[in-house]
């Protein structure tokens, strides 16, 4: 069965700081992957995806995110964090030619920024 | 083009009470999917309707989780009766069929189950 890990479940940076969030998963082949975020009492929010091609794909809100195989991981990183990015992050997979079902979420990272 | 709604925001009910959630996704997408998101975790897909056919439901707890999405547009999540730890934010969300895999997320319910 497909899982995704999120070893840290909070991260605190200062403003200006760059950013790295982890993400590993297990799945039986190479996956959709996905990251959304979620700002307090909002919904989810897709910031980037991959699906193939290209390892190091480009997002919204100037994050980047990149697919490494041998490691099973897809980091989301960022190099000047703004006070606006306080959320949550969640690392998701999916299936295949299928990536609309079934997205697998993992735990999320809480990311607080410090004036 | 206005996004998905969600209705209640929130809801505060005794444990064994019946509560229900309504959706309406975004125009013209035919997947929509309900989440249950614990606090501090990560949403967990409940049910997933293509149009007004189920296409997984393998995660609803059936004894007392119920959804339906008559016409293929708006959708209700039913829960009766309720426990303790049916208290979450229930998302909803949609996304367009054959599509790029992204979902469109409404803001939540949040349900306190006392």
């Known amino acids: 069965a497909q899982s995704v890990t999120q070893p840290d479940i909070h991260i605190t940076v200062s403003e200006g700081a760059s950013l790295e969030l982890r993400c590993n998963y297990s799945y039986g082949a190479t996956p959709y992957l996905f990251w959304y975020v979620q700002s307090p009492g909002q919904g989810l929010q897709l910031l980037l995806k991959?699906?193939?091609?290209?390892?190091l794909v480009q997002g919204i809100k100037g994050f980047e995110a990149e697919f490494k195989r041998s490691q099973s991981s897809f980091n989301l990183r960022k190099p000047s964090v703004h006070w606006s990015d306080a959320a949550e992050y969640f690392c998701?997979?999916?299936?295949?030619?299928?990536?609309?079902?079934?997205?697998?979420f993992g735990g999320g990272t809480r990311l607080m920024v410090k004036p | 083009e206005a996004g998905v709604a969600q209705s209640p925001r929130y809801k505060i009910i005794e444990k064994r009470q019946s509560v229900a959630f309504w959706c309406n996704p975004i125009?013209?997408?035919?997947?929509l999917y309900w989440y249950q998101q614990i606090l501090g975790q990560g949403p967990k897909l409940l049910i997933q309707?293509?149009?007004?056919?189920?296409?997984?439901d393998s995660q609803l707890p059936k004894d007392r989780f119920s959804a339906e999405r008559l016409k293929g547009v708006d959708s209700t999540l039913k829960i009766q009766p309720a426990k303790l730890e049916d208290s979450a934010v229930y998302l909803c969300a949609s996304s367009k069929a054959g599509g790029t895999g992204e979902l469109f997320f409404g803001e939540g319910s949040r349900l306190t189950v006392l």
């Open positions: 125009s013209g997408h035919a997947t």
């Open positions: 998701a997979v999916g299936p295949p030619h299928n990536a609309g079902n079934m997205l697998t």
């Open positions: 309707f293509q149009n007004n056919g189920v296409v997984d």
């Open positions: 991959y699906f193939s091609g290209d390892t």
